[in-house]
């Protein structure tokens, strides 16, 4: 027998995973904080209502070490129209497992109905682009597909919305 999606993502994924503090990776009074909003469609450009983005970042400085008090996690429920909202500082850039400098970006988990399994992409920041030139990971992408991962600059912070499949797909990677 084979399980369904809702047998592997369970009954209980709206209600359980979110949490009142989720968006905020610092708080709305940090003077560094900024917003990154955005959308998450299917593969006819409908809203996504019921999914649910995190995002891991370093801090500014680079540091994916996180014990001097910056949390580098927030979680945010997409909403009827499918949009959500997290409130963060921008990240440095890292040093890859791959021992290369990474320009500065916000690694994303999507779940949503219908995926059995979770998928991962990153935002970059429209404002790097000599980071963003120099990044390993980008350079693999033809431009098409580069421009999927790059944000757009809003007036109180970044915008990033996800197609999950068809025209302007996202970039998900594998774990």
């Known amino acids: 027998m084979t399980l369904t999606p ?17 968006p905020y990776l610092v708080g709305a009074d940090d003077p560094a904080g900024w917003w990154l909003r955005g959308r998450v469609c299917d593969g006819a450009g409908e809203p996504v209502p019921d999914a649910l983005i995190e995002i891991w970042q370093a801090d500014p400085a680079g540091r994916l070490d996180h014990s001097a008090g910056f949390r580098g996690f927030g979680r945010c429920p997409t909403d ?68 999927t991962l790059l944000a757009r600059q809003t007036e109180d912070g970044y915008a990033f919305d996800i197609r999950l499949q068809g025209e302007h797909e996202t970039v998900f990677f594998t774990s």
Do not use: C, M, W
């Open 6 to 22: 809702s047998q592997t993502i369970g009954p209980f994924f709206g209600h359980a995973l979110p949490y009142s503090a989720g």
């Open 80 to 147: 009827e129209a499918g949009d959500f909202a997290l409130h963060t500082v921008k990240p440095g850039p890292v040093v890859g497992a791959d021992g290369l400098r990474h320009a500065p970006y916000l690694a994303v988990t999507l779940f949503a109905r219908g995926l059995l399994r979770h998928l991962y992409t990153r935002v970059y920041f429209p404002d790097e682009p000599a980071a963003n030139a120099a990044d390993p990971l980008l350079n693999q992408l033809p431009e098409p597909q580069r421009a």
